[in-house]
């Protein structure tokens, strides 16, 4: 008989392992858990997350309840008698009471090499922090945030050019791949879990919006990655001094030079032209090729200067 999987899971991050379970001929997706629909958009109508979306185009049933303790839904999660239960990016901590229902345990899927890069925003903590690799792991869960003991890893390069959503891309496939390979084995009692190291252990907190301002007193390269970490969400960010307030630009695209002025205060605009915004960084300097200025479009640099024309040694912050 298939084993009966429930899976939890509820951006679009989740959706290539749903996808993977649902079509696998030796699984019997039983049901999808995601978060309640949230509003969005300018007229804060209510929207389905991606895993419900794609749930219900696969006719599976949903189950959103507000808390995963809530013992009516647990009594729905036991009704629907799963042998496991597959997680990744759900969104809440699972009680015990949860993690006890299935006779398999419940298993995470983790995007990053734990036990580096706990919590809530693994791929860009690791992009952030200048890691050379991350990958994904996975878990069978405990009542911790994300401490239970090791199935398998897969590891991936971070190269120069990746942002968070490109890493997010590519840990989405490697975690779907992983899981459906790891999933017999465990099943079958052929690679038990193993208990997290001690050492090594990092935590990636959840992100604010505040997160993505950048700071010029810090170096080029620290700056870049920050960019990089935080594209597309939540986007840095940093304030042009015009009159009669500052004007919020949003950056989406910018890289490293080593160009340097006799005295770079932080912030101080070198040049200015089609070839990018040149800003003085505590160390070297970063070269702005795409930004979007509050309530508009994102531009190329050559098209935003056309509009808003600057003389060098204008100030950023």
């Known amino acids: 008989m298939p084993l009966r999987i429930v899976f939890m899971g509820t951006p679009d991050i989740a959706c290539p392992t749903l996808q993977a379970l649902a079509t696998s001929p030796d699984l019997q997706v039983v049901g999808v858990i995601a978060q309640p629909d949230k509003p969005r958009g300018r007229d804060l109508k209510l929207q389905p997350p991606p895993v419900k979306e794609l749930a219900l185009r696969l006719g599976l049933p949903v189950l959103q309840p507000e808390r995963a303790r809530n013992e009516a839904f647990l009594a729905q999660l036991r009704e629907l008698r799963p042998d496991l239960v597959a997680v990744l990016a759900y969104g809440q901590i699972l009680p015990q009471a949860l993690l006890d229902i299935p006779p398999h345990g419940c298993l995470n899927v983790h995007t990053s090499l734990l036990p580096r890069w706990r919590g809530a925003a693994p791929i860009q903590w690791a992009i952030l922090a200048g890691d050379a690799a991350t990958g994904v792991t996975i878990m069978r869960m405990d ?57 090594g252990v990092t935590h990636a907190r959840k992100l604010t919006k505040d997160d993505g301002r950048l700071d010029w007193s810090q170096p080029a390269a620290v700056l870049h990655r920050r960019l990089r970490a935080f594209t597309p969400w939540p986007g840095t960010f940093t304030f042009l001094s015009t009159q009669p307030r500052p004007l919020l630009l949003k950056v989406w695209r910018a890289e490293i030079t080593d160009r340097q002025s006799p005295s770079p205060t932080p912030g101080t605009i070198l040049a200015a032209d089609k070839s990018g915004l040149v800003v003085a960084c505590r160390e070297g300097a970063l070269r702005l090729l795409e930004v979007q200025k509050e309530g508009s479009r994102r531009l190329p640099i050559g098209e935003f200067l056309a509009g808003h024309p600057l003389t060098e040694l204008a100030r950023l912050g």
Do not use: C
Request: without cysteine; negative net charge; hydrophobic residues 40%.
């Open 143 to 199: 009542a911790g945030l994300d401490t239970g003991g090791i199935l398998a890893t897969r590891a991936t390069p971070i190269a120069p050019d990746d942002n968070a959503q490109t890493l997010h891309d590519r840990l989405a496939t490697l975690g779907a791949e992983l899981l459906l390979q790891t999933l017999p084995r465990y099943v079958s009692g052929e690679i038990p879990p193993l208990p997290q190291p001690a050492e």
